[in-house]
């Protein structure tokens, strides 16, 4: 499957062991979240574009890379998404940030949209959708679309865990959106849960299991 990055680092794998565990409580999970959110934020933007500029150290003249264009926006899927912000501001500290509120029915699996609140240079910047968990990819499908209806053209989507079930959904609905996540595990359960995934991100993150 192209489209899907998956960053070889000793330290993610670790962390997300740990938020995998059940025994990690909310104020773990979501400092883990946010450790996680940065560390995938900063391989997500591994290929922006640069530019050479003159720069005087304290020691000499030299020149030295830099980024081409403002930080991308980052946009954060309600609720578990603002788990992995924190740590993506960390990071990109000028960025705009967008939310967009969804949340999938139990039943029938499909997310329905509550609020939509973007900036409004996504045309310029383009974005980085942060969502912890792609299960069948509904979310992230519809997150995606309502980014470029905004005027984004470039988009990057971050996740910690991807079902091989969401990756196809969002990859041939966007074939032009990277996937950058910490893993890609087996497969979807009959409730539509990632296995072995970490549970629900959202009850997870804010303690309403
Ligand atoms: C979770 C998760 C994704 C979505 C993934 O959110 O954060 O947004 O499910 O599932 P999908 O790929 O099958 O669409 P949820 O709807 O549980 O909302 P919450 O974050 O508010 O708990
Ligand atoms: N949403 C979650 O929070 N966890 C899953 O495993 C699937 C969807």
């Given amino acids: ?10 330290l993610l794998r670790h962390k997300l062991a740990r938020l995998r565990d059940r025994r990690t409580d909310s104020a773990g999970f ?9 560390m995938l934020t900063m391989e997500a933007m591994a290929d922006l574009p ?36 924190e740590g993506a501001r960390g990071i990109l500290p000028e960025a705009p940030v967008g939310h967009l509120g969804l949340v999938r029915d139990e039943h029938t ?14 045309a310029a910047r383009g974005a980085l959708v942060l969502d912890p968990m792609l299960a069948t990819g509904g979310s992230a499908v519809q997150a995606v679309a309502r980014v470029k209806q905004a005027g984004a053209t470039t988009i990057r989507f971050a996740c910690v865990v991807a079902a091989p079930e969401g ?5 041939a609905a966007h074939p032009d959106v990277p996937v950058i996540a910490a893993a890609l595990d087996e497969k979807l359960n009959e409730r ?3 296995v072995p995934g970490l549970g629900d991100a ?8």
């Fill in 30 to 38: 979501r400092r883990l979240l946010a450790e996680i959110g940065a």
């Fill in 1 to 10: 499957m192209t489209g899907l990055r998956i960053p070889d680092n000793a």
């Fill in 167 to 171: 990756l196809h959904a969002l990859c």
């Fill in 50 to 85: 640069e530019r050479e500029e003159a720069v005087e150290t304290p020691v000499t003249a030299t020149r030295a890379r830099m980024l081409a264009a403002p930080e991308p926006c980052l946009v954060a899927v309600l609720r578990a998404g603002l788990g992995l912000l």
């Fill in 192 to 194: 539509g849960y990632i």
């Fill in 109 to 122: 699996l499909v997310a329905s949209e509550y609020v939509v609140r973007l900036p409004r240079d996504l």
């Fill in 202 to 209: 959202g009850d997870r993150c804010f303690g309403t299991e």
